[in-house]
């Protein structure tokens, strides 16, 4: 009875110990979370402004990234504000002055400076030179410059050239710091190697006495000068356009940020637009200033706007591989494209008869060896009337052959040769014709 009740009360044990141990892993472990580092989209990764596009398209602004001379212009409308960095390669004096004018009608345009090349000194730097280097800014009175005073990165640290002459730190660092028994050297080798670069100081814009100050970081080592600034000189005689400065913004190392108008329109220049990038639009107030200088408006991102397209620029480059590609396309159609001649008028002379179509068949099988196939029908017809003579056939070679007045011979090689010459051919003829037409 007992052993009945434990067999009946079996499963449910089972099933109770199986709820509690569920009840137990739940309550005495805990889920871990693993993260995977996955490389971003080629997309973006090709595309600076990639997280900035996103922003103002979240914000309902429409955004597009221009890469040519060809798409920039003609230029859009003026409530759509242009960004140029300065890898906008040599724009022609044309598409400075439409450029301009477009800003004169209303245009907004935001540039990134572009410093003189190191090559050349600033002392020595002509009036061609900078107006070579940058045919946009040139003609407002803007110019870039090294920056007077120098960073802290820039400064000689004696244990940093110290270190880097030594052969084994630069091969291994650590291991040089790790085995140095100078402890304040292992402190400087472990600074100079872990620790994260000093950032530029933020830069403070002032927007207006109810708002608060906004601050942006510009990773630049150049200073903004307009020639409007010179007291001594005035203005430059280069500065062909009527523009005035309406703000600015200063730091430790100078003007970072300068705002003209010019007409309608508004020119803002930036020492840097790396502040706009995907790994730096969500530091500081650089969203802010983003929105700010844009107004709600449409954005173009512009880069290299000197570069044509692709096939335009092929076709500029590379003529010679051009034509020879439209050369070769051309024969290639010449060759494959049917073709219909002049029609020719047909002679009276070409029509023959049948007998002449005969002629020409015969002709025809002879010159290609089929002598055989030319006297096969006449040959059988004359083996039939041969059967006719006698059933033996020697019998029938006789009296065929003396009917014919013939020799055996001759009847059978007629009936059995193959013809070589034409004459043969003939005679094979006339003596299987005589015999088909033989009457017993």
């Known amino acids: ?65 221009i890469l040519s001379a060809a798409a920039l212009f003609p230029l859009p409308d003026t409530r759509t504000t242009l960004v140029i960095d300065k890898h906008r390669g040599m724009l022609t004096s044309n598409q400075v002055n439409t450029l301009l004018k477009w800003v004169q009608d209303g245009g907004e345009l935001v540039v990134e400076a572009r410093p003189l090349p190191g090559m050349l000194e600033a002392s020595d730097a002509s009036d061609s030179d900078w107006q070579d280097n940058d045919p946009l800014l040139f003609p407002l009175g803007i110019t870039v410059w090294d920056s007077p005073v120098p960073s802290e990165s820039a400064e000689a640290d004696p244990i940093r050239e110290l270190l880097m002459a030594l052969p084994t730190f630069v091969d291994s660092p650590l291991q040089y710091c790790l085995h140095s028994d100078n402890e304040s050297l292992r402190e400087d080798c472990a600074r100079l190697a872990c620790d994260a670069p000093q950032e530029p100081t933020p830069l403070g814009l002032h927007v207006g006495d109810n708002e608060p100050d906004r601050r942006v970081q510009l990773f630049s080592d150049y200073v903004i000068w307009h020639d409007s600034w010179d007291d001594e000189e005035g203005l430059a005689p280069h500065l062909e356009w009527p523009v005035e400065v309406t703000a600015y913004a200063d730091n430790d190392y100078g003007s970072q940020l300068v705002q003209m108008s010019l007409g309608s329109g508004q020119i803002s220049v930036l020492t840097d637009l790396s502040l706009w990038s995907n790994e730096r639009l969500l530091y500081f107030d650089h969203a802010w200033l983003l929105a700010w200088l844009t107004a709600d408006e449409p954005v173009w991102f512009v880069r290299s706007v000197a570069m044509p397209p692709l096939a335009q620029w092929l076709w500029l480059k590379a003529p010679a591989l051009g034509t020879a590609l439209l050369v070769l396309l051309a024969l290639w159609l010449w060759y494959r494209i049917p073709r219909q001649g002049p029609r020719q008028q047909a002679r009276e002379e070409s029509s023959r008869d049948y007998l002449q179509h005969l002629h020409a068949s015969g002709y025809f099988q002879w010159r290609t060896g089929q002598q055989a196939a030319l006297v096969e029908v006449l040959r059988a017809q004359a083996e039939q009337q041969l059967v006719r003579f006698h059933h033996q056939r020697d019998k029938a070679l006789t009296l065929a052959a003396k009917t014919l007045s013939v020799s055996v011979r001759e009847l059978d090689a007629a009936l059995q040769m193959k013809p070589e010459t034409r004459d043969q051919l003939t005679q094979q003829i006339a003596l299987l014709q005589s015999l088909k037409n033989c009457s017993h």
């Open 1 to 65: 009875m007992g052993r009945a009740r434990l067999r009946r009360a079996f499963p449910w044990l089972l099933a109770a110990l199986l709820v509690a141990m569920i009840a137990g892993y739940y309550a005495l472990t805990e889920p871990v979370t693993y993260m995977q580092r996955t490389a971003p989209d080629s997309s973006i990764t090709r595309n600076p402004y990639s997280a900035a596009q996103q922003w103002l398209a979240q914000r309902g602004q429409p955004s597009e990234r």
